[in-house]
């Protein structure tokens, strides 16, 4: 059972044991009961903050064993609250009827039901009365007598009330309440055990599924007296001839019924069919392919749900994510400078440019065809639509590049580098004149030579092989040469140059730096020969 402990205005404490639909009120009065208080002279303070005292456990936030302080009003706040000391009640008989009136807040509940006890009828036998307040239930007339407006919480105001007369003992069930049936699982069937001397034999098998053949073929013959072809063949009237698998009596034991003598429909390919042979046909420069995207899309139609249950890998990576986000969200990111992110930024780009030549870049038209092409990082998007142009059914007419979702336009004068579409990426077409119906944007000679979504996927493949990198730094050996990368090198201030020049030639080449790098054969005054 939950409890507060109350701090009295003379340094004692008191321990007031609490239920979740107790009013405020009633745990400053009971505390003031025990030690003497007059608890219309007195409030109570949680952090220094005045609680409401018609609210209840419930809906104070007050968490269980928490320490309240009682404080005493001043003389200015007693005259306040003397003014506001009535309560509107509205009291809701059996019939549904309500009733309405003004009480003072230290009326009690039972002269607030003798008001109207000549409207509330007449209780059964073994009833009492019974008046509900929220969550609370004040049962028989000796609690309504000692039960008043103030001690559930309501000095000013309106509230809502109920009447009803019941049995205590039918007040323990509550109405309307559905009891949820879990069903038991039930025990795995048993199984017998057979002990293998007591298995059938093979042979006694093989002629029981013969005699059922036999007996099928002696039925349908019987079905069909009149017509002696019929009962030779088995076969239905008005029905054309079919092949009927044999059952003579030289037929192997273990041979497998087929499907037409069971009537059963041919088995349904195998899921894990082999993937159709890519289909490359180049349109144009840069490597550009043009194929449909309607393909990738229909093989996600029909998938199982096993599709969507999460591997062992991919659930480590998702709790591996989960654990990076918590972890800056309870400790935040990186104080970093503008500086410092433009370096961060330009080390992200220098890392791409040394791990990939060329990226793959994926146009997809309003039609769900798409053109395939290979560009270098420092493409414009105006280089993109240049090299796109002899592939449009209307070259003259604008158009744009964008990505999805949110839309975002491409501006003309950035490179893909900068925009973040590089070493691949998937953006969209769209004209900036609008035509009503379906519009076709390609050229009938680009369509005309359309690979498939396999062959897309090797030629990007191989793209991305071929413009990967040998290391990881700059200046490396790739497939067409030694990329040169350009390295502004800042020369760091020594504090003693003249001793780390010394140093570094070894001390005895016969060349020595001065303080700064000054001219070679003068040494500076505080060196030292011996030392």
Known sequence: MSSVTVLCPNAHRVKVSTSPNMSLQAVLETACTKKGFDSAVHVLEHHNKRIDLSSTVRFSGIPNNASLEMVKLTEEQMALMNTKQEVSVCLQTPSGERLVETFPSTASLGLVVGRWSDKLGEPGIGEKPVVVYMRREVVGQEELNTTSLKTLGLTQGKGLFRFFYKKPEVLKSQANVYDMKIDKPSPPPEVRHIPMRLEPEPHKVAEDDTASVQREDNATTISHPDDPSLAKTGQEPNQPDQPVASTSQGREPSAPVSCV????????????????????????????????????????????????????DEVKILYKDLRQEVKKMGEGELLLTKEMREAQKEGEKLSLLSRYKTGVLRIQFPDRHVVQGQFPPNATIADVIAWLSPLLSSPSTPCELYTAPPRTTLPETSTLLDLCLFPAALVHFSSRVTKAGPVQHLSDEALASLSNSCGANTVASQARRQGARGGAGGGQVGLQGELPVKRDLQTIPESRPGKRSMETTGGGSGQSSGVGGGMPGKVPKWFKTGK
């Open 261 to 312: 003598e069971t009537g059963a429909a041919p088995p349904l390919p195998d899921s894990t069919q082999p993937t159709p042979d890519p289909v490359i046909n180049h349109v144009g420069p840069h490597g550009a392919i043009v194929f449909s995207a309607l393909e990738e899309s229909a093989q996600y139609q029909d998938l199982d749900d096993e599709f969507f249950d999460l591997s062992l």
